[in-house]
């Protein structure tokens, strides 16, 4: 299993160079050191907004990730990224929890 | 049967029922356009809330948020490339390239005309042609449904876009995909890596949100954002026509809007395909028999058509099993079903005589409902692409994010599901980086399941004999069409 | 100025914050339950098992004072709902509906592994028996159970059944009877009662086993299926001519539904839920919709629970190795 994972890799490594590496360079728009170094990290911002759901709780992992995702993407007003962050939070926990009533993992806040 | 036509007439149109029809629709369309929620939620929490209904309310009400949520489904399909429901994925790939051209108000239109059509289509079926086609849908047994969804395979090798060897590198990796899970016959568990929440394999919810949504978050995350002035995504194209479907254009497409249509009302008559799939089938049947095929993929028009015709058949058709023999076509017809079954009204063969007025004012209703959904399904698109063009990115993306992990979440109880969601947006969006086709992927993901399981089913009852293929006509002529299929398909590769 | 402005803002949202989270969820000290209470479906949406849950959980807030929030956690015939289960809070707040390839997965180890044993469930009552049958096409040439059984002697091998997976008590009931006749057929699975009672219909296969309720009844009723032989206690109304397993000679346990908690639950936790189902059981509107739906409910203690347990253990496991499902 772990060979097929390492075949299919090198494999697709392999096509890479062959055929499409140019192709990448020109498909990749203005894509700059910052703007890598902004994917990745939204992307582990993403991944330890899930690990961390069941530790922390929705409510602060979901504030902190809206907070995150909206600066790395350009916001840069504070008043509007807190207030959305929250008031946003506070929405879908209020829809999902209240309304569909579907338990979100609580975290450090059980009350 | 007369005075159940009548009195099914005025109970469709009496005002609480009226009331409620539009209700249902607004609530579904609004349900469906949020990545992240469809009517698989809606319906189940909406059911408490029709206890005090009389049945024929109850159920026109669950019924109008089941059609408006498809429809809702297209909207954010189209403005942010995420589905808003599994039954949109096939419309994210035309819709929203139309979109990125300025076009959102026309490809939002398309898909509300081809919509209506195919829902108005399948119901007229429905109603005439109901018994009749339940029992046909009756000779579908394993070998037949094996040999239809080997066709339907087959239909992969048409979305595999520019580049060949992409393509069916993605397909291969749906095939993969689907073998995770319980063995269908055995029940040994497959590529679970004792991870429990896999035995029913992985769910279409979080490779749709991830591969679509999460993706094209993370694509959104590398563009340069200018802080000065924040702009939306989507450009606004100011020629009033090009907001517009006018009745030539609607013309213009209207064999996809057929086809789709067909195909919808087939694979939703037939139990254990689902909108998603035929979506898909409906989107490579009218390429392949398109005149400009090479415009698929970027905007065309016929694209967007084909497949909302076809998903909306597909919900109005996937009654016809339901209402005549009880048998649900695909899963939100199943809680739909206990809906029917709490109210009192039991799906099946005697439902003509025992509720035979219920059933009428369900079928007028079923067609009156698209005219509901003409007028709101407008408001509802118009209030949507004000908030997506206005609404910075930087705030509409980090949003959907969250609901998508949030609904993800809220199908299956589950943070498996979040993380397999995510690992799906990074596989989406190197996808997308290098240029691999997502259709493919999705669509043998979606079948090879089906498939193994039907197969298997009937080799088992042949006692592994293959000869069951071709003893069973209908399983034949799919076999032959198969066949026929793959033969012009490598006419037109060499091409 | 700016940074003066922000921190206003900063105020009202955590005040927002606040009293959305606080509003509804003191109860400090209050009784048991002071929250929404969690009832795992061991099968998915529209099926029995869904939607009896559903209108238990439609009466729910009266008898309980909470709302029951309903999940699907299919898969495993029960064992992934179980697994569910042992993954919360052994405070009462979760309850599963467990069938008994479910309560016992040490028993049936055979067809799936198994992630806890009985003994780490705690029974709260009884919920449904399901009664089942055996049932062909209306035009099929065999007329009794007897009919079906002499062509399978005569024609071995050719005669092939849908059930609802391998290691289901309608696999292992069927599976059975073939020994004691010393029959073959074929054992097909599929995946819903709806989909054994379509392929009969269809033709694909020659006979069935599933639940009697909900659609095979109206199917029946129809005289578009015939049952042949039921799996229950008693006859089914819908057709007194048709004779039970039992009256055959075949002995089973029969195919039973119930809620079952966490071992660690505390005790008096537990008796409230007991208590507070027996209300709902009792309630009218539920039973209404039970008895439309032709859904067997009935109440009974965990004794009556152990003791199917024990059955399982004793009789079943046994059986099991005779018919060569055990390792």
Redesign the interface.
Known sequence: MFLAVVLIINNMRLLKKRSGYAKIEESATETSATQRGKLWAGILVCFGYVLLMNLVGFLIVTFSILVVLMYLMGQRNLRIIVSIAVSFTALVYYVFSKILIIQLPEGLLSF | MIEHIVNGFSLTFGLSNLLLMSLGMFIGIVVGAIPGLNSMQLIPISIPFTFWMKPHLALMFLLSEYVGSIYGGSISAILINTPGTPAAVATVIDGYPLAKQGKSGKALKMALYSSIFGDIFSTCVLIVGAVVLARIAMKFGPAEMAAVILFSLTLTATVLGKSIIKGLIAAVGGLILGVVGSDPITGTPRMMFSVYELSQGIGLVPVIMGLFAVSEVFVQLERKFTTRKIKGHLPESPKKEDQRVSLREFLSVKRSVFLGTIVGTFFGTIPGVGASASAFAAYSVAQRTSRNPEKFGNGCLEGIASVEAANNATTASALIPFLTLGIPGCATVAVLAAAFMLHGVIPGPLIFVQHGDVVYSIFIGLLFVNVLMLFEAQLGMNICRKIVTGVPTGIIFPIVFVLCATGTYSVSHSVVDVILMLGFGLMGYVMYKYEYPAAPLLISFILSPIFEQAMRQALVISHGSPMVFFRHPIALVFVILTLISLVLISFLIRR | MKLR??RN??V???I??VV???QG??ALGAAFPTK?I?LVSSF????GT??TL??L??VFHHHFGQ?A????????AS??AG??LLSRKADGYTVAFLVPTGVVPEVYTY???A?YTSEDLKPVCLMSIVAFGLYVKDDSRFQTLEDLLNYGKQHP?KL?YAHN???HSYHLLMEMVKDRNNIET??????SG??I???V?????DFGLSQTA??V???I??K?LRLLAVAHSERLPVAPEVPTFEELGYKFRPHYGALFVPKATPDNIVTLLREGLQKCYADKSFTS?MK??GFIIQYAGPEVIEDYIKTEKEIIKPLLKKLGFAK
């Not at chain 3, 998915?44 to 099926?47: I, K, L, Q, V």
């Not at chain 3, 929030?69 to 495993?76: A, H, L, Q, R, T």
């Open positions: 402005a922000s803002w900063l009202l949202a955590a927002v914050a959305f989270l606080v969820n003191f929404p969690t998915g949406a529209g099926g869904d939607v559903r209108s959980s439609s709302p929030i309903v999940i699907d956690k299919p898969g495993g064992i992934v697994d569910f067809f799936r592994e992630t091998g092939a997976g391998r290691g074929q054992d097909v699975p599929f995946k709806a989909d009672a379509m392929q219909l269809g033709g694909h296969v909900g659609t009844d109206s199917l009723k129809a578009n919709m439309r739906m």
